[in-house]
């Protein structure tokens, strides 16, 4: 399983959460990334936590102002990012250039959407991996755990449908270690999740909980 | 194959077109539509000739001030619409919503993208047909006969890997009777055109050259 | 006063609305217009009501497909239009280039906005006027009577610090006769609403109720 | 005179811009700034250069994935941001929003707009400054010594009266000391830039001919 920590804009420590992912990685051996914003990754990159950017833009170099160009967070030490977050919709056509922009910049790409004809959507355009966002399960009043299981196995057959090698991750209704077996038991092979660590008094316990399962 | 005129915001006349579209289709037997902006519906509806929107919003009823309902349009005599046009990209998710408002509705749904990736990712999210929208066949200087087939012919493949009960249409390069014949041979199953038509002299005998070789 | 009925994309009768606007405002003499959707302004300008867009798009003719034009709402028979509702945010620069749009066309502008530098900044675009929509009076649950008065004047200085022949209109939080006296006697030229009397069983009562104390 | 060298999305050294800004300004006691994307705002302020962002979003701390937070620009050192770039056109609403967002993180802040009423509204927002890009200048084809004085002056007006306190700058048109000079001549009292100093084979020769005339 791999475990992405998405820090919003909280008003969180980033250093603090991502010194505590990096160590829970290294000592549990489970895959963990945390996904700061972009004038954040180089100082999280640097605290030797796997980095992923929140988003980049569906341009290359050039008249870009304001962009989150794929290259400049690559440089700055990001190793992936999300794209189309429910909090950032993109257009179709975006999706698919930002996707490609990200692949030249050598980072892993991982397209939300929030069901499963958006899933197979998703991964038409051939992203290294899809995460369902349930409108029923973001915000985090419901648990995967507790949910209709169907809400993942069927984002899993939408992606599988389509593209075979495109890893599902279950992008909303984690936050503690049951709810990430759960997720695994669907066919996730990954979880997104913000405020159960960003917002926790303690990250690393936070984290230690989710891995413990596993 | 079905014709389908999109007259953008052309300053045409649109009735003088629907007329020549209906009589034309009559005459032909081939399935032609005009479609126009969403305050010249009714009054195009009222030619006789098939309809279509150029867009409808992702909403159903509600607190939506200066949305394009599709209930409204369907009201108007609209029997389909146009979704995501390379004039009119949309978000994802908005496809999505906008493909089941219009079904909803009654309308019948194409889905505009502009590579085979986009293609198959349309086509995820189950509309009645999809149109390849190729950046070099847009704006008309290339006409898909001279073009690389190849353009055409990966959009069907991507379709169809997808599902295949969605039909793929070419939605730009086709100006002459010779293109419309050329996209039927590369599995096009309708054209979308605009400016051949809607800017011609004799929108009339314009149409009736594409539909000669039928 | 000008009382402008916004349909919005509510489930009402736009012609049953637009019957009681124009025969209310033939009876009191009070200025009443009614703004539904684009592909309804036809059937509702048949009426003889006076009749307003909810949006017209930042272009003019040309490749605009799913653009709404200002010449095709008002050779629909729309007089005027709607910019920048609460529900449909427009860029600045567009708002700007709208605004001349709509004017080439003849159709008078509303730019709505919802706090008083927004309004100076409206007014700065020289549309013929201006609608304040304060966050705390939209939805309805408070009326301009009771909130604090400040929303009202503050806006009207706004815009005249600006350009002193840009009318006001108050775009919220009216549902009564009262609330339209409260809104002139602060200095509001114009109100905006919408369900009170598209939503009202009665639309023609609501009209007269609204209309009763001017 | 300021000087704001934005960097785009330009496939430059920013390092290597930053830190010849910072020793022309040093050198000629002129105020010099260097705009670059967000995840290269800590690595460019560490430079001790003065540091801008492009853009913050219209948001403060919570659930916005993908936003570029005025609070997180400034902690990676940014005292400053362009907002409504030509190339990031933002919604009115927004960008009242982001310039109230940025002077709660301590920003400087300046709107750029494209003609003298986009200028009006721009500053009734009660931004810092204000960015006039003409354009007949966007590009680069033509300076601002030889285009229509009119273009920078009805700005300046524009501008002031509205808010006498809100600073223009002359955002287009700006590659040589000589435009300098003329920009500041006709009232501006900043100037943006960016190819002519973010291509420059030699950033340092590019900025030292700017400040010479001043």
Same mark, same amino acid.
């Given at each position: 399983m791999f475990i992405l920590v998405n820090l919003k $804009?909280? &008003?969180? +420590?980033p250093i603090e959460v991502a010194t505590a992912a990096r160590d829970v990685a290294e000592e549990s051996g489970v895959r963990i990334a945390v996904s700061p914003q972009a004038a954040q990754i180089e100082s999280v990159a640097d605290t030797g936590v796997e980095t992923w950017a929140q988003h980049v833009s &569906?341009?290359?170099? #050039?008249?870009?102002?304001g962009s989150t160009l794929a290259e400049a967070v690559a440089d700055a030490g990001a190793e992936g990012t999300l794209l189309n977050h429910s909090e950032n919709r993109l257009k179709l056509a975006d999706i698919d250039t930002a996707v490609k922009a990200a692949e030249r910049a050598g980072l892993e790409t991982c397209v939300c959407a929030n069901n499963p004809d958006q899933i197979g959507a998703a991964a038409a355009l051939k992203p290294d991996s899809v995460a369902v966002e349930p409108p029923e399960l973001i915000g985090g009043d419901v648990s995967v755990a507790t949910a209709d299981p169907d809400i993942v196995t069927d984002a899993v057959d939408a992606a599988g449908a389509v593209d075979e090698s495109v890893d599902v991750y279950c #992008? $909303? #209704?984690?936050?503690?270690g049951d709810d990430v077996v759960t997720a695994q038991d669907l066919g996730a092979t990954g979880i997104l999740l913000a405020s #159960?660590? $960003?917002? $926790? +008094? +303690?990250p690393r316990a936070a984290l230690e909980d989710l891995v413990a399962g596993l």
């Open positions: $804009a909280y &008003p969180c +420590d &569906p341009n290359g170099h #050039g008249s870009f102002t #992008g $909303a #209704g984690i936050s503690t #159960g660590v $960003a917002k $926790a +008094d +303690d």
